[in-house]
């Protein structure tokens, strides 16, 4: 099931053609959304978003990868910056293999690790290629969450660009 899906408000309208969908989301529209990779694979999906109550942004996605019917799953704190909204195919996508994220560091889902601390913050920022506590940060290939004028399109000539962070055109 897509955010379209789950907009019970049909908030979810775009005024704009600046960015990939909406220009706000609720976030437990975002709760179960698939996230894959750039090679198509299924990398698991969106079980929590964690805010960062200081700075009033979205510091990271839970991703939910592995596992049968919820069992055996292992999660993944994944900096927002590492997302990037795939509005063609209703869904995330996070720039890692499937072996990458296997050996990212995760955690059980009885016992979360203090995503507040300063260490764990540095370890995922590093280990997924991302800049600490900026908005709109960018990614390790380039791409910039929160900020621009680019959206993933499935054109494969497609050829993204980058903004200054803060220029507010509506990508989440």
């Known amino acids: 099931m897509s955010y379209l899906d789950r ?3 049909g908030i979810y309208r775009s005024d704009d053609e600046a960015g990939p969908g909406p220009r706000l989301m609720g976030a437990d529209t975002l709760i179960g959304e698939d996230v894959y990779n750039r090679q198509d694979e299924d990398l698991g999906d969106i079980k929590e978003i964690m805010l960062d109550m200081r700075s009033g942004q979205v510091a990271y996605a839970v991703l939910s ?3 049968w019917l919820g069992m055996g799953d292992k999660l993944f704190a994944v900096p927002w910056q590492a997302l990037q909204l795939d509005t063609d195919n209703k869904r995330f996508l996070l ?4 072996e990458h994220l296997k ?3 995760g955690f059980d889902k009885d016992d ?3 995503m507040a601390s300063a260490d764990f913050n540095t370890q995922m920022h590093s280990f ?3 800049q600490q506590n900026i908005a709109g ?3 390790s290939t380039g791409s910039v969450m929160g900020t621009g004028t680019g959206s993933l399109q499935s054109d494969p000539g497609y050829s993204r660009s980058s903004s200054t962070p803060g220029s507010g055109s509506g990508n989440i």
Not at 95 to 98: L, Y
């Open 128 to 130: 997924y290629g991302t």
């Open 7 to 9: 907009d019970t408000y």
């Open 112 to 114: 979360w690790p203090d």
């Open 103 to 105: 050996n990212a560091p």
């Open 65 to 67: 990868f592995g596992g």
């Open 95 to 98: 720039d890692v293999s499937k």
């Open 137 to 139: 940060g960018v990614t």
